[in-house]
T-cell receptor, first 111, second 113 residues
């Protein structure tokens, strides 16, 4: 059973398009996150939700909009995609700030 | 700037040898965690050490934490080819209610069979 799942695994799209990435966790965790890993492997927090409430928004362009319909889901919608958005996006979850469980990642390529 | 810098950036050793990776950070922390990332995969949690702990063991892993120097080390003993991966330290800050982790730049470990 997959603990944290993301879809799609790969996403190739043109500049200017709008796309969404979905994340689901079945661990009963109360906090979910989106991280971005760039080509140099730097991982940076983008958003964090606790019990469906946004608690972290790390200076991410407002083209990125997270949505948490319930505690088990955290989706990421990106408007007007730019070349610099190409990266691997990881969803993660945790229980009250403990160890984080990561999804397999979504590799986004913007052409 | 990156909170959590790892040293070395890359490490190549022979199977059976020990691998030591170091991590430095800048702010006060609640805990420090180590993660492993295999190529093309997500991160896997290895071990968590709290700010009031100095050393922790888990199987072949040994982690130390020196809060006065704001540094940590991860030792993998008797390495195996399957340990080949990137290793990241991550800090949970004291002011985190935020709960997010700040990751270091990672150490790429290559274990030659």
């Amino acid at each position: 059973d997959t603990a944290v799942s993301q879809t799609p695994k790969y996403l190739v799209t043109q500049m200017g398009n709008d796309k969404s990435i979905k994340c689901e966790q079945n661990l009963g965790h109360d906090t979910m996150y989106w991280y971005k890993q760039d080509s140099k492997k730097f991982l940076k927090i983008m958003f964090s939700y606790n019990n469906k409430e946004l608690i972290i928004n790390e200076t991410v362009p407002n083209r990125f909009s997270p949505k948490s319909p319930d505690k088990a889901h955290l989706n990421l919608h990106i408007n007007s995609l730019e070349l610099g958005d190409s990266a691997v996006y990881f969803c993660a979850s945790s229980l009250y700030g403990g160890e984080q469980f990561f999804g397999p990642g979504t590799r986004l390529t913007v052409l | 700037s990156q909170q959590g810098e790892e040293d070395p950036q890359a490490l190549s050793i022979q199977e059976g040898e020990n691998a030591t990776m170091n991590c430095s950070y800048k702010t006060s922390i609640n805990n420090l965690q180590w993660y492993r990332q295999n190529s093309g995969r997500g991160l896997v949690h290895l071990i968590l050490i709290r700010s009031n702990e100095r050393e922790k063991h888990s199987g072949r892993l040994r982690v130390t934490l020196d809060t006065s120097k704001k540094s940590s080390s991860l030792l993998i003993t008797a390495s195996r080819a399957a340990d080949t991966a990137s290793y990241f330290c991550a800090t949970a800050r004291m002011d985190t209610g935020r709960r997010a982790l700040t990751f270091g730049s990672g150490t790429r470990l290559q274990v030659q069979p």
